[in-house]
Every structure is written in C-alpha cells, then in structure tokens.
C-alpha cells in the first residue's frame, strides 16, 4: 500500500512538472509572437516615418526648383501657406510615430524636439511674409534650411534605426 501511494505521488509530481512545462511553453510563444507582432508593427510605422519624410522633402525640393528656376510661381502666400501646411503636417506626422515606435532614446527626443523647433521658426517667418515683402530670396534661404533640417532628422532617426536593429 505505501510503494502504491509513493508512486502515486510521484505520477502525481511528474504530471505537475508537465504541466508547468506546458504552461511555461505557451507563455514562451505568446511573448515570442508578441515580439515578433510589435517589430512589425515597428517596421511598418517606420517605413510610414520615412516615406512621410520623404514626400515633405521632394515638396520643398520642387518648391526650390520652382524659385531658382524662375518658373511661374503661383500666388505668393498660397506657395508659403502650401509649405507651411506640409511642414507642419510632417511635424505632426512624426511626433505621432515617435510615440507608436516607441522611441525612448532621450537624446533622439531631444535631438527631434530642437530639430522641429527650428523646423517651427523657420514656419513662423513664412507666415510672416505676406504679398508686399514677398521675396523669393528670403523664401529660397527659409526653404534649403529646412530641407536641411529634414536631412539631419533623417539622420538622427537612420542612427536610431541601426541602433535599434543590431
């Protein structure tokens, strides 16, 4: 009678540890999936964080096409409104996919924040400029300086990039 419940006891332990073992290997794929689904979605709201970059660049880049080939440029604040609005739109872009990719380098934050202040200046002289002071000049200096801006926030987000992925 006592071997019998000795083995029992054990039967009992061996099945308790297989089903620790189970629990520990769904638990093991659940959190192995759930990484897998947040670099996806990491990748996905990247590629939108570049694309998104992209597209403001070519903006401004065909608006300095447009003042340094003396081309017809249409109404003067339209253009300055026009850029405005994608600047800002670009901000706001990628404000919104720092906080989905989850960014905690808080030197790239800090590098981002100076880089859309700048960014924010720079759209505070357009709005300055009206019909009377229009002056492609001025507008041309405002536009490569924030295409420079947009380069060097390509580079902080790049840097973090291949941070992130080694």
């Known amino acids: 009678m006592r071997s019998e419940m000795e ?5 009992d332990w061996v099945s308790g540890i ?3 073992g189970a629990i520990f290997t769904v638990w093991w794929q ?9 670099n996806n979605e990491y990748k996905k709201n990247f590629k939108m964080l570049e694309l998104k970059i992209f597209e403001t660049e070519s903006f401004i880049r065909n608006q300095i096409y447009k003042i340094s ?25 990628i404000n919104i996919l720092i906080v989905d990719l989850g960014i905690e380098d808080y030197t790239l934050q800090d590098n981002l ?4 202040k700048q960014l924010n200046e720079k759209n ?4 300055e400029i009206n019909n009377d002071t229009y002056d492609e000049e001025i507008i041309f200096r405002i536009l490569s300086s924030i295409n420079l801006h ?3 926030i390509k580079t902080f987000i790049a840097d973090y990039h291949m941070r992130r992925n080694q």
Do not use: D
């Open 30 to 38: 659940i959190q192995k999936e759930k990484a897998v689904r947040i």
């Open 7 to 11: 083995l029992g006891s054990v039967a």
């Open 113 to 116: 924040f100076e880089s859309f």
């Open 124 to 127: 505070i002289k357009l709005n």
């Open 150 to 152: 947009l380069a060097t």
């Open 69 to 93: 080939s003396e081309r017809s440029i249409p109404k003067k604040q339209f253009l300055c409104n026009e850029i405005i609005f994608n600047v800002n739109s670009m901000i706001f872009t």
């Open 18 to 20: 297989g089903s620790l």
